[in-house]
């Protein structure tokens, strides 16, 4: 694990909650978005499904479970991975953003 990676896990695992990814524990920070800021990572097919949830993007350090399809539970509340993107920085994977809803 780089100085890089490091670094944004140990934020996260800071600043993060307990959640459940697809059965397996994670350490995330989660944060509500809207149907615009949603737009960004889905197409408009999968946003006219789902608009009455909402959507959440989770940051996870790297190498945290995740997978479209997966199911995560935050809080209490189940949500659907629709998207996984990987935040990188000088062609290593620094971080995974989860798509939700």
Do not use: C, N, W
């Not at 509500?32 to 350090?61: C, H, K, N, W």
């Amino acid at each position: 694990m780089s100085a890089v990676q490091r670094r944004f896990k140990k934020v996260i695992e800071q600043h993060g909650e307990s959640i459940t990814v697809g059965g397996q524990p994670a350490t995330a920070v989660a944060v509500p978005i809207s149907t615009s800021q949603a737009r960004i990572y889905l197409p408009d097919s999968e946003l006219g499904v789902t608009t009455s949830r909402p959507f959440m993007t989770v940051y996870v350090p790297e190498g945290s479970p995740g997978s479209p399809g997966d199911t995560l539970d935050i809080d209490g509340l189940a949500y659907a991975v629709q998207r996984v993107v990987d935040l990188r920085y000088r062609g290593e994977t620094v971080m995974k953003i989860l798509v939700a809803v």
